[in-house]
Every structure is written in structure tokens, then in C-alpha cells.
Nanobody, 121 residues
């Protein structure tokens, strides 16, 4: 399984970005896909997850009401729509996959390369 993340960039506070994670090399029907982020000097933290089969979504409290996770089965792609961005959202964002959903990064088997999101104040 390979994951390719994209969509990061520089945006002003209050702005929006959409990240994409394209999966290949496997059958994703049993997988959960998640986004994590890691800011400089901080541990990697859970942001959002979605189950591939049912589309059930999970969001960290810090992003509820601002971020949305969705998937496009035909394109093997998971999206993270980020609205009302804040400077504290600045981080490298990683997509990850595993069988079964979890908010614990150490349980994920497959990782994308990360994409940098910088929110200026």
C-alpha cells in the first residue's frame, strides 16, 4: 500500500485548504484512513479519520466544526477540507491507513510522505 499526500501550502488565518491522499497498491474496503499532524517540537496528533466502507468519520475536538474528512471511492482518495484555519494548525500533515479505525498513530501501518500546512497570522 502506498499513500501520496498533497495539497499543503501557505494560507492566511481564516483561510481554507484541501488536502488529498491517494491510495494505491491495495484493496481499501477494510481500511480506515486518517490524517495526523505534527508541529515543530510537538508530538504527532490525530486530526481525523474515515472508514472506507461506511464513510463513518471521526474528528479531533480541536478541529470539529472547521475540518471535514471525506472520501472518493472511485479515485481511492481521502480529502481533508480545512476551513477557518488558525496559526496553531501549522504542521506537517500525514495521511495514514490501517485495518480498523484508531486515533493512535502507532497503530497505523501505512503512511504518506506528509504535506506542510503553514497558517500565517
Amino acid at each position: 500500500v502506498q499513500l501520496q499526500a498533497s495539497g499543503g501550502g501557505l494560507v492566511q488565518a481564516g483561510g481554507s485548504l484541501r488536502l488529498a491522499c491517494v491510495g494505491s497498491g491495495g484493496s481499501f474496503s477494510r481500511y480506515a484512513m486518517a490524517w495526523f499532524r505534527q508541529a515543530p517540537g510537538k508530538e504527532r496528533e490525530f486530526v481525523a479519520a474515515i472508514t472506507w466502507s461506511t464513510g463513518s468519520t471521526y474528528l479531533a475536538d480541536s478541529v470539529k466544526g472547521r475540518f471535514t474528512i471525506s472520501r472518493d471511492n472511485a479515485k481511492n482518495t481521502v480529502y481533508l477540507q480545512m476551513n477557518s484555519l488558525k496559526p496553531e494548525d501549522t504542521a506537517v500533515y500525514y495521511c495514514a491507513a490501517r485495518v480498523g479505525v484508531s486515533s493512535k498513530s502507532e497503530l497505523y501501518d501505512y503512511w504518506g510522505q506528509g504535506t506542510l500546512v503553514t497558517v500565517s497570522s
